[in-house]
């Protein structure tokens, strides 16, 4: 059975980046990566990437910290509370970060070949891939058995 309170990305991925937790998008997909390498069962899912970086350096909340925090093993709620103790981003700050976080893409040529090459491997027909998120999402459905 499936127990989101103990992520398992062994078994399942990490919610979307752009759910939503107190207005911050990536926040759940950060606490089941967190929760998951607490538990030794992060898979190929890592902890403090540089999506994670995003979020820690928009709050200014040390992933250390959080990581403890979620040792201890509070909810969602919790740990928001948590959050929202820690950082002095307003809400409409935390809005503005996640409508950027939310459509941000590779900004130069680099990261557009390699956006391309990983659609391309993925799900060469579609043409409606431009985020790290929409990238995010189909890799995530593609490495559990979804077809692109």
Request: aromatic share 10%; glycine share 12%; proline share 5%.
């Amino acid at each position: 059975m499936l127990n989101l309170a103990q992520p398992d990305p062994t078994q399942h991925p990490p919610r979307s980046v752009r759910t939503r937790l107190g207005g911050f998008c990536h926040l759940p997909r950060l606490l089941d990566k967190a929760r998951a390498f607490a538990a030794g069962k992060n898979g190929g899912y890592h902890y403090n990437c540089p999506l994670d970086r995003n979020f820690f350096d928009f709050t200014g909340i040390d992933h250390e910290a959080l990581l403890a925090e979620v040792k201890k093993g509070g909810s969602d709620t919790e740990i928001l509370t948590w959050v929202r103790a820690h950082t002095s981003r307003s809400k409409a700050e935390i809005h503005a970060w996640t409508e950027w976080l939310d459509q941000h893409g590779p900004g130069g040529v680099g990261g557009h070949e390699w956006i391309a090459e990983t659609v391309k491997a993925a799900a060469g027909d579609r043409d409606d891939i431009r985020s790290f998120a929409d990238l995010l999402d189909l890799d995530d459905y593609v490495s559990y058995g979804g077809k692109g």
